[in-house]
């Protein structure tokens, strides 16, 4: 029964080539070489902003060295590993050991495998990463050796995030994501199985026994557990702290990360002139609504980029430095303004006043300081930028137009199909603001996350109707065989990749007026009932809901993620680390927005690819 359903929805004809085809073909060819050529602007750019570093270091690392050998009888060594041990950096003096003996430092040590610069405040540094370079000075008795070895410190550059290119997609196949998305942020750790099956599910530890009902499984409960490490840092993770500025090394990579600072200092990060996180102006831009505005914003963008001068008008060298790291901060403070356009332009469209006053730095300051990255910028204002557009392969599945206007004669896959094209067009709107500070659970809701409350209002909707659908069926055999079709459907939207379907389908089967319906379970194949047993593991919220994330992280878009889980994930955050850091208002605790960005570009990279359905209105309505 179940493989004549779904018969009609595999393996489409696939019409022969035409002229319209070739056009199409060649079309998608031209986008993907504009795009080749975008991604090699960014290298490019990228590249001179990391000429500008290295020459900003090796200034200074050179002047460090020359007042090191002022110091006479000083020796500086900083010895590479060869494996994973910590580097250290020593200092000692052939004239004395007291306290009052000059300190020589080469360099601020720096962390290779984030190209964060360690304060240098203490004679020996430790770090978690493994040294690369090393720096030597030695001099004894007039004569002097000198090994110095540059610190690849490259500036962090903006991620170059290229969207999937939509493609039609095989049913209940699963794909590894590792190279699809090899460029977006990695998903939360979930624990894996070694049990796994030759299609890439993991298999269930203990599947279900033929025939069970599911009267032997309680309801799913929405309360879980969520595997979020809240200690922002050990003891052993602390680094050496800035003034109004707080770090951390990261657990789990090693890297050194900002934990935590006033508004200023973070946004000085932004456009700072030495090596930053990688994913730090990202993360901001996710989460900055959380703790300011983007007027306030933009105004210290500005003052950042007229950083003024503040030392001797005769000193020519320190003149020199200042124009120098003056014309990178600069730089960085347009890229981080070009990032915000293009990647957070929802954050213009409803403020007016924020386009004009950016559209008053761009024109008089920016254009007359660098005229091609400034009318780059104001064409991103004006929201001139291409929109590629989605060019299919092939023709979309044939639309199953039902024969008849009864629910129960109904295609199952092309129910599931309607169903994930209204879901979809819901989630792809939800914006990163939507999920800053629970806003779906304020008063306000409906201003604060409209698309989010338009997803749970969605979800209950469609839950009701599958529980009103059954109890309100009065013969025994019918109930049964809308239960029976409901369970397709929910294995069909399992095999299309809409997670948030098959929820709403089996809490409606959960819900206690149908599961309370022994008769009419009774009635329902073993088959039947050992692919809903299935779909009960697969959405269980046992260990977080590791089956689902498990799946979820291993197939190809276009998918739509079970929203609730990242609702849950938001909430655990929120609920679990404070806004500040060591009980000042002041210092904002960043590390809780970055643990907030990492679920946000989570719910993003499932938003890029839509679905190649054809739209069916005798269903829909």
């Keep these: 029964m179940m493989e004549g359903q779904e018969k009609t929805a595999d393996n489409p004809t696939s019409p022969s080539p035409t002229d319209a085809d070739m056009v199409k073909h060649l079309l998608s060819k031209v986008i993907e070489l504009e795009d080749i050529i975008e991604m090699y602007k960014a290298k490019l750019e990228s590249f001179e902003l990391q000429v500008s570093d290295l020459t900003t270091e090796n200034h200074t690392l050179r002047e460090l060295v020359e007042s090191a050998n002022e110091a006479s009888g000083s020796k500086v060594t900083s010895s590479p590993t060869t494996n994973n041990s910590a580097p250290s950096t020593t200092t000692t003096s052939s004239l004395s050991t007291s306290t009052s003996s000059p300190t020589l430092i080469a360099s601020s040590p720096v962390n290779t495998t984030n190209n964060s610069v360690l304060p240098a405040t203490t004679t020996t540094t430790t770090a978690a990463a493994t040294a690369t370079t090393a720096t030597t000075t030695t001099m004894n008795g007039g004569s002097k050796e000198e090994d110095i070895v540059l ?78 490490n809240l200690s922002s840092a050990s003891d052993e993770s602390q680094v050496d702290d800035e003034e109004d500025l707080r770090f951390l090394r990261n657990e789990e990579t090693g890297k050194i990360v900002i934990k935590g600072g006033t508004l200023e200092k973070l946004v000085e990060r932004l456009a700072y002139d030495k090596a930053t996180e990688p994913e730090y102006i990202s993360d901001f831009l996710l989460t900055y609504r959380s703790f300011t505005t983007g007027l306030d914003l933009l105004d210290m963008l500005i003052r950042r980029y007229n950083l003024p001068y503040d030392g001797p008008s005769d000193n020519s060298e320190a003149i020199e430095k200042y124009d120098t790291t003056k014309k990178i901060i600069r730089l960085r403070v347009c890229n981080t303004i070009k990032i915000w356009l293009d990647r957070h332009f929802h954050d213009f469209e409803k403020d007016p006043e924020l386009v004009s006053r950016l559209s008053g730095f761009i024109e008089k300051q920016i254009i007359l300081d660098m005229e091609a990255l400034g009318q780059k910028l104001m064409k991103l204002l004006k929201n001139e930028q291409r929109v590629t557009p989605v060019v299919w392969a092939g023709e979309p599945p044939p639309t199953i137009v039902p024969k008849q206007l009864n629910f129960d004669q109904f295609d199952t896959m092309e129910v599931a199909r309607q169903l994930t094209l209204l879901e979809y067009d819901l989630y792809k709107q939800i914006e990163p603001k939507e999920c800053l500070n629970q806003g779906w659970n304020k008063l306000d809701k409906q201003e604060r996350s409209p698309h989010i409350v338009a997803m749970i209002k969605r979800f209950n909707h469609v839950s009701s109707w599958v529980a009103t659908e059954i109890t309100s069926t009065e013969k025994l055999a019918d109930r049964a065989n809308l239960v029976k079709q409901f369970i397709l459907i929910a294995k069909a939207c399992r095999d299309i990749g809409n997670f948030n379907g098959v929820m709403e389908i089996v809490s409606g089967l959960q819900n206690s007026a149908v599961y309370r319906l022994k008769k009419t379970w009774e009635r329902v194949a ?96």
Excluded: W
């Design 151 to 228: 610190f690849n410190s490259p500036m962090a550059s903006r991620r170059s995030v290229s969207e999937p290119k939509a493609v039609l997609r095989n049913s209940g196949i699963f794909r590894p994501l590792s190279k699809f998305f090899v460029s977006l942020p990695a998903p939360p750790p979930n624990p894996l199985s070694s049990d796994k099956r030759e299609d890439g599910r993991r298999a269930n530890t203990q599947p279900p026994q033929v025939g069970a009902s599911p009267m032997a499984e309680p309801p799913l409960h929405r309360s879980i557990s969520v595997s979020y």
């Design 526 to 621: 073993k088959s039947f009932l050992n692919e809903y047993n299935e779909l009960l593991t697969l959405m269980s919220n046992r260990q977080n809901f590791r089956d689902y994330r498990t799946a979820l992280h291993s197939i190809h878009p276009p998918c739509i993620p079970y929203v609730g889980v990242y609702l849950t994930d938001l909430t655990f955050i929120e609920d679990g680390m404070k806004d500040t850091l060591n009980n000042r208002d002041n210092l904002i605790n960043f590390d809780k927005r970055r643990k907030i960005s990492r679920v946000i570009h989570e719910i993003q990279q499932y938003q890029h690819t839509p679905y190649y359905f054809n739209s069916e209105s005798t269903i829909r309505d």
